[in-house]
């Protein structure tokens, strides 16, 4: 007979779990599930869905949690390559929806795009932590094409958004690793001299969503529309906010999205400014605690990959509030762990059932 | 030994790496603090603004359009009122491509291009905020298939919704008048008279007639709704509300069985009848044919209909009663008469020899009467009683047009009567001064001649005639006519009567004078007189008299043969007539257009309305009346 011991399997169940991350994560998806049963009008049954979507991805954050870094680092060549090959295959064979071509059928659609979230970052540090005996401007000129060439098939399906927080994390790796203050300063320069030219490149809609954000009058019932209406949510919430279920921007269906990448617009008009206070702070207190993560990471690999998840994570946070408070252009960027959807949700999860797990194998790596 | 190096560089390697981090911490702290600062800007500084926007956005204000009061003859009988049926309406401003969903709505609903074709003009003629029917009067299926599918189409909605329907169709129509929707113009004057407010919601006013003049009453006030709606523009909730008040019932003067018979005595005749209580100045009956059914016109009228109507030659659109102007001739006699007695210009005894023409003193032109040879001795009885042109000819003269001016001009003739509706035109007595200004030329005493005959320049609206008449029988008390006997308010329940049934002036007649002509007038419709036929075994007294309008000039050689002239240009035939002779109840005046002589065409039709309106007798079974071949010579006036 075996003997089952509660206390052996708590511990067994929470040796890898870093519980400040969790409980700072817990809060936000919490939040989540809230604002969520309000936007979509106290829809029982999608907020249970999201619940559900919020188990699978904490399952599979646990299970990464319990892979050792140097496990996850062997991962990832493999990840990358497939996902990139994925990618490729997505711009020979992928499905069009939306006028976009992002997914990918074999047997179920998949989008490889979300998987290069954490493949590049993961990819980028790997590859980094190798050359970090030597690592000099070659190097990093091999990692930027590393992060190039994702990125780019990205930009084409079109997925901007998906593109900018990809080439976000590939730049913190970058950051961190230490690449010379001289070459960003450059890549800053190139870009903004390359500005017109991918102005050039952009396609219609993408050069409209830019153009709304200087004026969102100028089209008030196409593009702008977004931005005006969640501008007019976002205000009229005041200070303390219209209360639960009192969104009238919400519940009369101006808001477009409100249960994806709009869903800040809800919180914001139904919890006010004080609410919105309290949702960046436990932003900060994840983000914090992802930074501390890194900074006591042993190896290169563990501290680029823990800091560039976790910077990527803020990008998120900011693209998605930046977007519907009207200081950044659209882009379908969700806000993280709180948008309506299981594979961002999962993705998330997994990044941060990395950084646990790069808490957690600290002890024993130093031991 | 490398292990110290190593532990240094990896000292300053995890130096490096926290210090990079830091950076980016600072930078995402300096971000967030963006945000916090754009969420406060939004939130607290401009909470305000967008407080404004999102009730806006949230509420609106819907008009509530009143119920249009009822229109009813004086018995009661409807002739206008309101239904609801459903419509089915688009907001053009909510909709990106409007042909897309009119084919997407033309799946469920039968949409025909006539209604597409209305639809355009709609569109260009509305203010953009509002709701157009792209079909009106749905049947219960369309309205179940449209409201299944309803979620496809935001901005298309369906609507229940008063109509205005004139039961009795073509009866009344030139004084009743029509709705339509409000065009451009009448927004221009709508926003003139600052009652545009009450108009917000409203898709019709009068056009036409009482519902034109009438519409301050019979429009009502609009009430307002406030909803909450969401971002389709559709009401979710009524918020509060302040009721519409209904616009108020009008009962007319117009008696709409004697409007009837009338109509229908005209068969098909062209002409004008106009019937008034003498007493009261309400007006009884009042035609204009043909007519036109009034029902067209309210929601626009289509192509096909218009053209028909506005082409025809009978022109039905043509209100002939009120703006039609007909030289008035020998209905002008009596006032003429009159006019000789008053002023001291004739006595009953001054008899003349009538060779069958006048003459002017030094001038050979012949004005001839209209009985070739003449009709003998005639005095001021027999000059009304057989209709002496002669004996006309030169009682004008002696009169003078100045006086002739003045005095035929106190009964109403070249000016307004004032009627209760508008358009109506004034006709036209001639005088010295008329003369200069528009011809440039003096007054002739050749121009007195003819237009103491009523003729010359001479004109004057079948509403003008029944109105002198009715001031005449009246004993010169004159009221001015009108429609509307009395308004219903909606709120109070009260019924107010018109104010215009007093007399406006008395014009103080010898009694004796107006004896004479009355007497006169009576045995025009005895055996002998002009209009025989409508006096013959009638219980009662007819007054009248009857007249003929030339449609084209004859030359001085040649002599008026009906039968030679086609039918457009045989003379207009007129009558005017009150009844019963010593207690007048109704007077009327009727024209009918190319219907020869006044007595052979005109005076049958009086006889079926006075029959009818005086014994209540229903006309008999209609014959259809045709213009006659050839006239019998002792008709003619």
Redesign the interface.
Known sequence: MIKIDPRRIWLWLTAHIDSLLLSFMLMLMLIGLIVLYSATGQDLGKTTGQMLNMLVALVAMWAVANVSPQHIARAALPVYGLGLLLLIGVALFGDVSHGARRWLNIGIRIQPSEMMKLAVPLMLAWYLDRREKTLNLKDFGVAVLLLVAPVGLIVKQPDLGTALLISASGFYALFLAGLSWRIILGLVGVGAASAPILWSLMHDYQRQRILTLIDPSQDPLGAGYHIIQSSIALGSGGIFGKGWFNGTQTHLDFLPERTTDFIFAVYGEEFGLAGNLILLAVYILVIGRGLVIAAKAPTLFSRLLAGSITLTFFTYAFVNMGMVSGILPVVGVPLPLISYGGTSMVTLLVGFGMLMSIQTHRKLVQS | MNRPTELRNHQR??Y???W??GI??AG??L??T???G???F???V??E???T???N??ISIVPVVPNRGLILDRNGIVLAHNYSAYTLEITPSKI?DLEATINGLAALVDIQPRDRKRFKKLLEESRNFESLPIRARLNDVEVARFTANRFRFPGVDIKARLFRHYPKGELASHAIGHIGRINEADLDRLEASEDMANYRGSDHIGKLGIEQSYEKQLHGVTGFDQV?????GRA?RTLSRRAPVSGSDLTLTLDSRLQEVAEKAFGQYRGALVAIDPKSGEVLAFISRPGFDPNLFIDGIDPVNWDALNNSLDKPLNNRALRGQYPPGSTFKPFMALAGLELGKRTPSYTISDPGFYTLPGNAHHYRDWKKGGHGSVDLHKSIVISCDTYYYGLGVDLGIDNITNFIGQFGFGRKTGIDIEGETSGLIPSREWKMKRYKQKWYTGDTVSASIGQGYNLATPLQLAFATAVLANNGIVIRPHLVRSILDAVTNQVRTVPAAKPVATLAFKPENLELVRKAMIDVTQPGGTAARVGVGAPYLTAGKTGTAQVIAIKQTEKYVESRVSERNRDHALFIAYAPADDPKIAMAILVENGGHGGSTAGPIARTVLDYFLLGKEPPPPVPLVPPTEAPEEEHD
């Open positions: 390697e995890l490096y790496f926290r990079r981090l980016a911490a995402a702290i971000l967030f963006l945000l916090a754009r969420f406060f939004l939130q607290v401009q909470h603004y967008f407080h926007l999102a009730e956005n949230r990106k909450e709606t969401d971002a389709g979710i």
